[in-house]
């Protein structure tokens, strides 16, 4: 037989054997069987040998037409069978609409953001309006403007996240109190809230926790102003049997100064880790606006007086949610997070 003719034959079978093949894997079968790199057309290149010289070029012509052609016969079968068979699969599988579908895990409010919004919710109600202040605050704001000296022990090192000689990350929401009172004009009751930053880290304290800060402005303002409105939101936001007290302190941009303390929510008032076995935990401070913060805003006293309070926000969620270390706030654990779902 010649060369031409065992090539003839070869295409032949190659293509009754696709139209054999019953399912796309088969045919492919086939495809590696005669096209492959071993397959049946490259063994008989070999025959290529015994031609003569004249002969050579038409056979390998003939060749490479017979590749083309059987390649092309593999893509009209395989475009057949592979629609033949997504048709079989659609037949013979069934859909049972019954089963329940998945359900996308959604997200839900943090508790710091619970515990802002209630904030928003009570405080609007005693006609509080909502402010805001930069993270990155000049040091004029974060301390002097409050009457906090450049001596100041707050301005340690320790404490304060420097950015440079003038700016540093806010210490406390207390800035929003001079934002307020330089662009805006008395009476002002305003509440703000935000992320605040200090050097420090235990089982009650974070370096980057949130703050919440009112202030009040007005014709005349006293201690049993600021305490009344304290306990109504504490009461407010805690409920009924929690228990609040007011400690004499000390704050630069306060005078008088006091600091604001509930029972401790984890022992309810016997003393643990988490109170310091003191039986209570303090929320933040307060007082009547001291004189020379209002004098340095241009606010004049005793025309205006006023009182402010800083709160932190995670330790009232401890407090409201019973949780026992600080830390679970910023470390977003699910099992915690998807206690506060709705
Ligand atoms: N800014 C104070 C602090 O961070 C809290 C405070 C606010 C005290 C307002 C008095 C008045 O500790």
């Not at 904030?119 to 040091?139: F, K, T, V």
Request: aromatic share 10%; hydrophobic share 35%; proline share 5%.
């Amino acid at each position: 037989m010649t060369a031409q003719s065992k090539l003839e034959n070869l295409k032949v079978e190659a293509l009754s054997k696709m139209q054999a093949a019953s399912s796309s894997q088969a045919l492919y079968n086939v495809k590696v069987e005669f096209l492959g790199k071993n397959g049946l057309l490259t063994e008989i290149m070999k025959e290529m040998a015994s031609l003569s010289k004249e002969e050579k070029p038409a056979f390998g012509k003939s060749v490479n037409e017979v590749k083309q052609a059987l390649e092309q016969a593999y893509e009209g079968f395989e475009t057949a069978l592979k629609a033949k068979e997504i048709e079989e699969k659609m037949n013979s599988e069934e859909v049972d609409l019954t089963l329940p579908g998945f359900t996308r895990p959604r997200g839900s409010v943090h508790p710091v953001h619970l515990v802002i919004n209630e904030i928003y919710s009570i405080m609007s109600r005693l006609g509080y309006a909502i402010r805001q202040g930069p993270l990155i605050e000049l040091d004029s704001y974060n301390f002097e403007a409050l009457n906090i000296p450049a001596d100041h022990p707050a301005r340690d090192m320790q404490d304060t996240f420097f950015i440079d000689k003038t700016h540093v990350l806010r210490t406390h929401t207390s800035p929003i109190q001079i934002h307020s009172l330089e662009s805006e004009k008395p009476p002002l009751r305003i509440i703000g809230t935000g992320a605040v930053f200090r050097c420090d880290s235990d089982i009650s304290h974070l370096p980057h926790f949130h703050q919440i800060e009112g202030m009040c402005v007005d014709r005349k303002v006293s201690m049993g102003d600021l305490k009344g409105t304290i306990s109504f939101f504490v009461k407010e936001f805690f409920g009924g049997d929690l228990k609040t007290r007011f400690r004499p302190s000390f704050f630069p941009f306060t005078e008088p100064s006091a600091e604001v303390d509930c029972t401790c929510p984890i022992c309810k008032g016997k003393g643990c880790s988490m109170c310091k076995h003191t039986g209570w935990i303090e929320i933040g401070g307060c007082g009547l606006i001291n004189p020379k913060v209002l004098a340095h805003a241009q606010v004049k006293y005793p025309e205006w007086q006023g009182f402010a309070f800083g709160f932190g926000i995670e330790r009232m969620a401890i407090i409201k949610y019973g949780v026992d270390d600080i830390r679970l706030f910023p470390e977003n654990d699910l099992r915690f997070l998807r206690q506060f779902e709705m």
